[in-house]
Structures are given as C-alpha cells and as structure tokens.
DNA sequence: CTCTATTGTGCACCCGTGTGCACAACATAA
DNA sequence: TTATGTTGTGCACACGGGTGCACAATAGAG
C-alpha cells in the first residue's frame, strides 16, 4: 500500500493538512513540527501522488511533445532537448507521433487535454492560420517547434529554413548548376522559398517538374528521385529537404547508373550524423536539433509559470556544411574550395 | 471553462452520476437517456478529465517507456513501436532517458510512480538481480525491454544478442579472420558471449586488449579504434556492438590511415537505416527496432489487463546482413559469397 | 387491489491533496 | 484583569469522476 499524508497524520497524531502544509514548507507550521513530518515521511518512503495534486491544483507537472516520427534523426535529437530540459524543472514528456496526419494530430491533442497537461510543445502538421489559432485558444501554452506561422501571436523555435535553401541553392549555383532539382517536403516551405529566391536571383525560374513532393523518409526520396533522373534531361544536382530523403535519392541515382557526384551532385539538410560518413560525404545544411528541443522546453517554461507577457520567437541559423557530394560543372574538381556564399553564410550566422 | 459531467446532469435536470454511467455505458441507464446525454456531451465538446478519473480508479492511461537516449536510432525506433501500440490502446506514453546512469534511472522511476503509471518499459540501466527485483515488487506491470534477466521472473522482450553476436563472429572466422577485436558495450553481454563462444570453437582464446568497452556512441566507438588501430600487431577485423559505434570507428581506421575493407574490415550491430549507404556499406546484424516495442507494448497490455498469468519471455532472431565492409583474407575478393554460417544463421531465423 | 420484480435515478461518500477560514494556545501590552 | 496580537493546527470543502446502495417509478402477477 502507498504511503499517504494521512497516514503520516495519523502517526503523527495530526491532522492531514499539517502534514501537507510542511511538506510544502508553508511558513504557518512551526520548525520543530515540520521536521518531524519531514524525517517520518522520508522514513515512510513517501511519494506525493500527482494525480491527486494534480486534480486539486491543476497542475500535473507533464507536458506534451508532438512531432512527426520520434524515429527520425531530427526529432529523436529535438526529443531529447526537451526531455532533458524538461525533467530537470520536474516535468515529465509525453511522447506524440503524428506522422503529419492531421486526424492523428487532433486525437494526440485530444489526449493530452484529457490528461492535463502544463503546456504542449508542436510540430504542427497542418499550418492553416485559423486551425493554429484555434490550438492556441485552447487554454494551454503552447511553443511550436520547426514549423510555425510567423505572424500567428505565438512562441516558437525553428531554424532560419529560407536561409538554410537559400545557402545550399546559392552554393550549388556558385558551382555552376543551373538544373537543380529540390526534393520538398509537403509541408515544409521556408526552404523552398530559400531556393526559389537564391534561383530568381540568377534569373532562373522554378520548374515544377524539377521540385517533386515527398515525405521525409529514405523510400520518399528514393521514389522522388527516381523520377528526376529518369527525366530526358535529368537535373545536375539534386538538393533534398533532409537527409534521409538525400539517402534514398543517393539509392536512386545509383540504381539508375549514376554516379555521384561525378554526373549528379547530392545535398542534404539536417547534417544527420551519419551524413559525413556517406560516401561520398554528404554535403548538407546542419541545424541544431537537441538545441531546438532545449530552447523550445525553456520557452515553454517560461510560459507556464507566467513570465512571459509577449511571444518568445526564435530562429537558430543553419549552417552550410560543405562535403564532397556536390561537385563543380565543366570542371574535374569535386567540390568548389570556399565559394563566396560561404562566406555570406558565414555573414548571416553572425 | 472546461465541460464537467456535472454542467451536464445540470443541463439535463440529473444527477451527475447518471451521466457518469451513461458515458460508461452502464446498463442501467435508459437507452433514451443515454442518448440525450450523449449526444448533448458531443454537443458541449465535453472530454473527460483522466487526472480526475485516474485519481479515483486508480487508472491513468499512462505508461513510462525507460530506455539510455531517445536520440540513437535504436531506441527512438523502438520508442516508436511502443507509442504506435499504446495508442490504438489509449494509452499515452512518457519518455525517459537515463544516459545508463543508475541515479537517472532512478529518479525517472519515481517520476513515474508518483505519476501513477499503470506500466513501464524498461531497458535497465543496471543489471543487478536485486535491483531488478525491487522494481518487480513495486506492483507496477513492467515489461523488459532490450536488456533483461532471463532467469527473473519478468516479461521481456530482446534481441537474441548471443545469436547475433556468435553469427558475426562466426563470419569473419570464415572469411579467414583470426584477430578479430569485438567493441564492447558497457551493459551488453550477449553479444559478448556470443563473439566469446564463435572464438572458442576456434580455439581462440579472448584477448582483452581486443575487446576495448565503449559507450554506444560514435565518438565512443572512435575512441575504442583508435587504441585498436594504434596496436603493433592491429586486428584484421572490428566487430562493433552498435552501427553508430562503427561509424566512429570508421572515421579512427581512417584517421590512422587503414584502408575499410582492404586494411581492416569493420562490422556493426542494429542495421540502422543509414549503414547500406556507408562507404563500403555495412557488414551488420539486423534486429528489428520497430517490432521489439511493439511486442513490449502489447505483452504490457496483456500484464495491464491482467490477461497474463506468467510472464511473456520474447526473444527475436537477429540476422547477418552481409554488405561490403568486411573482406576475406589472404584473397582479393571483398567479401565471401554466401558462407556456411549464414546458412546457419537462416536455421537459427527459422 | 396488493404484492413483487424490474428498471432507472439519486444520495452519500471515496480517491489523495490543497486551501480559506475559524479558532485554540500562548504571549504581550494596556 | 482584559484586550490584542501571533502562531500553529484543524475543519470543511473543493478538484472531477466513480460506485455501492437505497429507493422511486413502473410493470406484471396473483
């Protein structure tokens, strides 16, 4: 049977709220008396119930994370941010795979309602303004984590995407590129606009046909990549929206007889850890997960125990990671040695 | 303000208890009334409170999921496995990452406990009978998972390390390898065992200073390499207790110099998503990240339900994948065609 | 018509903890 | 002595929902 504060009352010959007022170090109960609940409770083993405060205070000391797939590199290192974060201030994290559906992110949210969580952090699946509005309506804080609205009156941690596009579409420019394909991914954006934006600057215009959707897995990038090099006139580089999808298209281009970077050059994003063991090594955006999942877990702190009259929002710079797996055109080098857009990149992180 | 049975008995001129019921679909509710009160709770968008009903039945609809780090590919796959089960049941699921740190362990457990979990996962960060023991006796359902005690009297569910470990081993015995180094794992024994036992039956005795421990990490297994890479007489092959542990040793053999396979081959455990990619992609043992938290969850269900009257022991087969990291020696072939031993290993499978 | 099932609903109280308020015990000042 | 603080403790009740039991309402049997 679990110890209880009324049964430390009972021993003590007093009443439980005594019991409840020292433990919580109430300055109504006197030192000598706060002591002895004190030392019998650690005698007892007591562990407070925080289902039961819980429902009287309203405050049950847990929080939600909603991503996409807690299996990914990505969000298995933002997961860890937060649950680090989180337990040293005393909470604890429930865990919510959405894989962006939208039906399974209502049922997640649903749930973590019904169990009372202090605050929620999200990695929405859909974007809609009047559907994020109305999560934020719902009561509970909320900090979104890698995507977001900028406009919406809400915290959020993300990482600058349209500088991470731009950088890498500038770099592969800056090597002679003029047919880069970008894998998207459905949701995400901020990267494709970089792209589309480093492209207009050299008077190029997107071809639909070179930017197929897919989701963020290894077979998404392979089927999308697929499609690319069987094009009559394939693209000379291949930028993906994460790692994981530059792993399937490497797949890809491979089975097709490619080589890379020898006739297609290959960038990622995320700079998985795996990414500079590929061979090649891949060239990629880095992107600080475990620090996003940190930074997003302070915020949310911050939130719940009211400190916070406006919205934090924070954008964490990418960086460029040059490898090998790009390579410049018309030319036997590999890669480019320091191009000028590294040295903007450089320029935009300070 | 959040919808209360009690606003709705109010709503309807009953008694709040009778909305209890008919929600719980009592059979003692009239089906006209329980219809009314149904669809009126639809109507206000009432969801219950589960801090509250979990107070009084004694029943959260949680469960703690204890594993060293969310962020390795191993773990968050079978974090996933466990998420995805533990919905469709309605149960959500808290994460806990230990670091293998005993103190961390425990602190989590508590957590956990005072949250009034009605299960646990664990993959225990300490072996130790009496330990394991205690945890068994709190009178929380707990599921084993990754690591376990066979002879306790708990459910679990792990990879047949031995298996794998004594298949690898056997392997690179077969491609004509004789000072084969084995990277331990400070917990992980099995494998251990297995690589002892696939020596022995060669007559090879264990050299220690073959059998470098390292934490599961890359820089870890980096770290372990480089002793072994640094040695007057090195090993001709590098059996690694993980993938990403192999992928830092990887980057040491190279560091130093050694060609992968030609100088030194190098094989990994787990079969993460990235290791066919490497360069030369892996030699590695599969196990089945996403199924070992699956079935955890479901024998917790079981435990939970009280449809379990002994423990469930699972042991699933882990399988060689034979990639190009490892070659035979004394022949210019990178790696043998199908060996005795992978025979041997379909067997085991079957 | 009374007696007895059957069915549906309400009452009281529980789960473990927290909190406003009353009040007892004691000390100090008038 | 009485009036007036202090200080420490207990009481009642709340949080939202669940459950054993009593009992009212209705129906059917004798």
Excluded at 14 to 21: A, F, G, I, Y
Excluded at 81 to 108: L, P, Q, S, W
Excluded at 230 to 258: Q, S, W, Y
Excluded at 301 to 309: I, S, Y
């Amino acid at each position: 049977m679990k110890v209880t504060i009324r049964q430390i009352a009972k021993q003590l010959g007093v009443h439980h709220t005594t019991v409840s007022r020292a433990l919580r170090n109430s300055p109504r109960i006197s030192e000598n008396m706060r002591q002895r609940i004190k030392s019998l409770a650690i005698k007892l083993g007591y562990r407070p119930n925080l289902v039961a405060s819980g429902l009287s205070t309203r405050k049950t000391f847990n929080v939600g994370l909603i991503v996409a797939d807690i299996s990914t590199t990505f969000f298995s290192q933002v997961a860890r941010g937060v649950e680090d974060t989180m337990r040293r201030a005393g909470y604890n994290v429930f865990i919510c795979n959405t894989d962006d559906k939208i039906e399974d992110e209502k049922f997640h949210w649903d749930a973590l309602i019904s169990r009372g969580v202090d605050g929620i952090i999200i990695s929405p699946a859909n974007l809609k303004p009047r559907y994020l509005q109305k999560l934020l309506g719902a009561g509970v804080p909320i900090v979104f984590i890698d995507r977001c609205l900028p406009s919406l009156r809400a915290s959020y941690v993300i990482t600058d995407h349209f500088s991470g596009g731009y950088q890498m579409t500038k770099y592969l420019l800056s090597l002679g590129h003029r047919r880069i394909a970008y894998v998207r991914g459905e949701v995400e954006m901020g990267r494709f606009y970089g792209y589309e934006h480093a492209l207009k600057e050299y008077g190029i215009p997107v071809d639909n046909s070179l930017t197929p959707v897919c989701d963020f897995t290894i077979e998404g990038g392979k089927k999308a990549a697929k499609k690319l090099v069987r094009m009559e006139h394939p693209p000379t580089a291949i930028f993906c929206v994460n790692d994981p999808v530059a792993l399937g298209a490497m797949k890809a281009i491979r089975e097709h007889g490619f080589r890379i970077p020898e006739d297609i050059s290959l960038a990622g994003f995320d700079n998985a850890d795996f990414a500079e063991f590929l061979q090649p090594p891949l060239t990629t955006v880095h992107q600080s997960k475990y620090e996003l999942g940190e930074e997003a877990a302070r915020i949310l702190l911050q939130e719940m125990n009211g400190k916070l009259r406006e919205p934090r929002k924070v954008e964490l710079k990418p960086v460029l990671v040059i490898r090998d797996s790009c390579r410049h055109i018309g030319d036997s080098r590999v890669n480019s040695a320091l191009p000028e857009c590294l040295l903007l990149a450089t320029t935009i992180i300070a």
